[in-house]
């Protein structure tokens, strides 16, 4: 009888030993944390270009789609579609034919309007002047209007 009670408890134990203990095997696996993807970035903003007056126009198609997270198209050239996120106004206008710094601008056909003694090239995002608009992210629906007066 006593070797039955010892063998029972022997047999309990060891039943709850192996469920209790961990595989093992477990502890070694690589822990995988879902982390949610960046959403890719998917809006329009505006821009317009003025030099001494006159509009410029971007209806040429080497302006067109020439990024795939930042660029205009033909039907309406005016208008950006942004795909990337944290797109800058300098990261936009580096994918043209064309140059905008802070102080100069070079035209796609080679025209140069630098701020001097008398004009000045001003940037101005949603009707605010903003000197540093080039560094700004473009964000929704924003209008960027570079002057050159």
């Given at each position: 009888m006593?070797?039955a009670?010892v063998?029972l408890a022997?047999?309990?134990a060891?039943?709850?030993?192996?469920?209790i203990k961990?595989?093992?095997?477990?502890s070694?696996?690589?822990?995988t944390?879902?982390?949610?993807?960046?959403?890719p970035?998917?809006f329009n903003?505006?821009?317009e270009?003025?030099?001494?007056g006159t509009k410029?126009?971007f209806?040429?198609?080497?302006y067109?789609?020439l990024s795939?997270?930042?660029y205009?198209?033909?039907?309406?050239p005016?208008i950006?579609?942004?795909?990337?996120?944290?797109?800058?106004w300098?990261?936009?206008?580096s994918?043209l034919?064309?140059k905008v710094?802070?102080?100069?601008?070079?035209t796609?056909?080679?025209?140069?309007?630098?701020t001097?003694?008398?004009?000045?090239l001003?940037?101005f995002?949603?009707?605010?002047e903003?000197?540093?608009?080039l560094d700004?992210?473009?964000?929704?629906?924003?209008?960027?209007?570079?002057?050159?007066?």
């Open positions: 006593k070797i009670l063998l022997l047999a309990t060891t039943t709850i030993f192996f469920l961990k595989p093992e095997t477990a070694k696996l690589p822990v944390i879902a982390t949610p993807s960046p959403k970035a998917n903003a505006s821009f270009i003025y030099t001494n410029r126009i209806t040429d198609t080497k067109h789609n795939k997270n930042v205009i198209s033909s039907p309406n005016g950006i579609y942004v795909k990337g996120e944290g797109v800058t300098t990261d936009f206008f994918t034919p064309m710094a802070k102080d100069c601008l070079t796609g056909t080679g025209q140069v309007f630098c001097n003694e008398t004009k000045t001003k940037f995002v949603n009707g605010s903003d000197p540093d608009a700004r992210k473009i964000n929704p629906n924003d209008n960027l209007v570079v002057k050159y007066q």
